[in-house]
Nanobody, 119 residues
Framework: QVQLVQSGGGLVQPGGSLKLSCEVS????????VGWYRQAPGNQREWVAW?????????EYLSTVKGRFTVSRDNAKKEAYLQMNNLIVEDTATYYC???????????WGQGTQVTVSS
C-alpha cells in the first residue's frame, strides 16, 4: 500500500523558515517525481514545486516562490522535502505532496500539513 506521510509545518513569523517532509512507503521512491501543492481557505489548490525522479536534478517552482523555496529528495530515506525561506503571509496554506510519474498529477497524496505565516 502506497503511503505519503507529511511532517513539518507550523506557525512562523514573516521572514521565517520552515521545512516540510514527505515520507513515501510502498513504492520504489526513486522511480517517482514528487509535486508539492498548497491550498488556502477559499482558494483553489495551487501547484508550488516539483522534483524529478531519480537524482532529482530537474526542479521547477511557482514563480512567486522561486528563490525562496527549495525542493529536494533523499532516495535512501524515501523522503522529499520543501524548504521554505523568507516566508510571507501569502504562503499561508495547507501544503500537500503528491507522487507522480511524468509530471502527471496522481491520486496519491500526503495528508497535508498546515503552514501559517503571521506576526
Amino acid at each position: 500500500q502506497v503511503q505519503l506521510v507529511q511532517s513539518g509545518g507550523g506557525l512562523v513569523q514573516p521572514g521565517g523558515s520552515l521545512k516540510l517532509s514527505c515520507e513515501v512507503s510502498g513504492v520504489d521512491f526513486r522511480a517517482y517525481d514528487v509535486g508539492w501543492y498548497r491550498q488556502a481557505p477559499g482558494n483553489q489548490r495551487e501547484w508550488v514545486a516539483w522534483i524529478i525522479s531519480g537524482s532529482g536534478t530537474r526542479r521547477e517552482y511557482l514563480s512567486t516562490v522561486k528563490g525562496r523555496f527549495t525542493v529536494s529528495r533523499d532516495n535512501a530515506k524515501k523522503e522529499a522535502y520543501l524548504q521554505m525561506n523568507n516566508l510571507i503571509v501569502e504562503d499561508t496554506a495547507t501544503y500537500y505532496c503528491n507522487l507522480q510519474r511524468g509530471r502527471k498529477l496522481s491520486d496519491v497524496w500526503g495528508q497535508g500539513t498546515q503552514v501559517t505565516v503571521s506576526s
